[in-house]
């Protein structure tokens, strides 16, 4: 392997002026319309769960797209398949693209390729391409980078490699970098539909491009430091007993990419029987030792709540302080606002994956829906953040509505101009057009901030009392010191780590996804999983919180969103050890991104779980000194 970056930009360098630059450029206003219409009908097919079929007879043009290029090992460092020196029409066009395909980074452009439906072509030529040097080497990093390209045929995505590199022996050595300028379309249809399609390299030889250049055998001349190259091309149709609707199936079976993920029950029994001892020890334990201080404090039935006995020791006697509110009113409002948000977007997102409305053939329909979702749920922080907020007598509401809009955009809005940069500056298409990020930034102004203020008001109007069932003291009461191992670091470590024990596994198949070329299906499962997390961190927040009320402190309020969010630290951690370890990624413009986003995936995380445990820890409090014998 080779160093890449400046190389890319050669590459990106070297594309003719024909070439429309999308991911620079934008796209133009006749595409962007087209692209509109688009996105209406991409969100009634998700509504609907309707596939937009293409049917054919017999002889129609069936239209090959090219997409994208780029390192086997960087799925992210994507390129225009135009950027290298290849066969390309004299004016490119581009499909229109629908909002998740462009944030793919899909820059699909009409091909030389001529398919017509069921009539098989043998040997066509594609053109002939005469290289220079400087396109020569191009190719050759290309090859000795194990680019792959992507095509796309009636929503099927073909895979192929770029070229072919072999090395071998050491004493003498041998390096091989040859070129593909044959391929072969199997495409298997059923009626008139197409269900899959791939391309084959089998019984071709690849074109050398050896720095000695010289005649070969594949169609390659060389003379004065330029090199001539014939593309040919096969058809080969096949009828398939599969249905239309079930052609997803192929696509899962499909051997391009190596299969790693697989039914995995055995971490899905680990982590259901940690929940069940986790809620043995919360239900049974804990309840017994409840049992033992209701008995002990309720034995005087005389006292007040003012008037308690102050001889007492543990929880009872930091009743008039357990319910101070704490500070910092309006930042943890506007993260149980947030996390609240997430929860119902993710919890969204499975259910329309269990509905199966993200078929495996619709480029980036998750990444809309996540899209859509995140700005419709908006009114759900602010709601829940500026509700909070009033109950516990805040008076800035103003100040927290755009405190809760900005907890999560901020960070996102600088990390995507950091790794957009950096894309842009490499040429990948992973930079997202002008025409795209005016889109989602309008609708974030006009949907999903304007949902937020709608829900802060609301919620404001609509907020009752904290329903403490203690009065709270004016003046606070001295918290004794506490031991080593109930520090916030300690509960933090251990709220954190149970957590991400329980979904460790399963993260290394979505890790597999994500940041590789698997498709995830198994979503029955990510649902267990969801419910486990959820489950684990509640019972872990309950548990810390009474080792901390028993130690008379009553400072419980951001120690309970602390404590299990910090599972996102893990989360960060093992995002670490995922890329050197489980991982052949490398280079600047995948480094960035994989940091970037898993510092997001880590905040998400800590929102959504410091919210539950929050609330968790909340009910339980509330429970509690209900249930004390207190006039």
Known sequence: MVSRGPGIRKILQAAPTGVEMTPRLGLSSHQYSNGVRRY??????????????????????????????????????????????????????????????????????????????????????????????????????????????????????????????????????????????????????????????????????????????????????????????????????????????????????????????????????????????????VIIILMRVLKNDFARYNVEEDGGCDDLDQGDNGWKIIHTDVFRFPPYKSLLCAVLGVGAQFLTLATGIIIMALLGMFNIHRHGAINSAAIVLYALTSCVSGYCSCSFYTQIHGQRWVWNIILTSSLFSAPLFITWSVVNSVHWWSGSTQALPASTVLLLLGAWMLVGFPLTVIGGIVGKNRAGSFQAPCRTRNIPRQIPQQPWYKHTAVHMAIGGFLPFSAISVELYYIFATVWGREHYTLYGILLCVFAILLSVGACISVALTYFLLSGEDYRWWWRSVLSTGSTGIFIFVYSVFYYRNRSSMSGAVQSVEFFGYSLLTALVFSLMLGTVSFWASLTFIRYIYRSLKMD
């Open 40 to 281: 209406c009908v991409l969100a009634v097919c998700l509504l609907s769960q309707i596939g937009c079929t293409a049917s054919y007879n017999q002889g129609d043009a069936v239209t090959l797209y090219v997409n994208k290029v780029g390192p086997y090992h960087n799925p992210q460092e994507t390129y225009h398949f135009y950027t290298l020196p290849v066969c390309r029409p004299e004016q490119v066009r581009h499909k229109a693209l629908s909002l998740g395909e462009v944030l793919d980074g899909d820059r699909m452009a009409e091909s030389l390729y001529k398919i017509r439906f069921r009539e098989n072509t043998d040997r066509q030529t594609l053109c002939q391409i005469t290289l220079n040097e400087k396109e020569v080497e191009q190719l050759r990093e290309a090859v000795e980078e194990l680019y792959y390209f992507e095509f796309v045929l009636d929503d099927i995505p073909i895979w192929g490699f770029v070229g072919y590199m072999e090395e071998s022996g050491f004493l003498p050595h041998s390096h091989k970098v040859g070129l593909w300028t044959h391929l072969d379309f199997n495409i298997e249809y059923n009626g008139d539909s197409v269900i899959f399609a791939n391309v084959s390299v089998k019984d071709v030889k690849p074109v050398p491009l050896d720095e000695s250049g010289g005649l070969s055998p594949g169609g390659m001349g060389s003379s004065a430091g330029s090199l001539t190259v014939t593309h040919t091309y096969s058809v080969h149709w096949f009828e398939s007993p599969l249905p239309y609707v079930r052609r997803a199936e192929r696509l899962r079976d499909y051997s391009f990419f190596p299969k790693t993920l697989e039914i995995h029950w055995l971490s899905i029994i680990n982590s259901l029987v940690l929940v069940v001892l986790l809620l043995g020890f």
